[in-house]
Nanobody
Framework: VQLVESGGGLVQAGGSLRLSCAAS????????MGWYRQAPGKQRELVAR???????NYVDSVKGRFTISRDNAKSTVYLQLNSLEPEDTAVYYC????????????WGQGTQVTVSL
């Protein structure tokens, strides 16, 4: 399984970014996908997750600002980041769960998101 993220960058507070994660080597349509982030000196945290059926959940701090979505035809999961805040600065990682399990141990290389004042 290979996960390749893209779309990070530097943006001013209040701005937007869209992250993409292209997956290969797995039956994407039946996997749960997630986005995590890790800020300097902090633990990695789950930001958003989307099931194979399209059910989503978010960490409270991003609800109403971030949207996770998936395109099974392209084996790609997206994270739309709106109304960005400096506290959103982190490396964002794509994550894939093994089908029909709760084992989520496939990771992308990460993409840096930096939000300036």
């Amino acid at each position: 399984v290979q996960l390749v993220e893209s779309g990070g960058g530097l943006v001013q507070a209040g701005g937007s970014l869209r992250l993409s994660c292209a997956a290969s080597g797995s039956d994407f349509s039946i996997t749960t996908m997630g986005w995590y982030r890790q800020a300097p000196g902090k633990q990695r945290e789950l930001v958003a997750r989307i099931s194979s059926e399209g059910n989503t959940n978010y960490v409270d701090s991003v609800k109403g600002r971030f949207t996770i979505s998936r395109d099974n035809a392209k084996s790609t999961v997206y994270l739309q980041l709106n109304s960005l805040e400096p506290e959103d600065t982190a490396v964002y990682y794509c994550n894939l769960c093994r089908p029909y399990t709760t084992l989520c141990d496939f990771w992308g290389q990460g993409t840096q998101v930096t939000v300036s004042l």
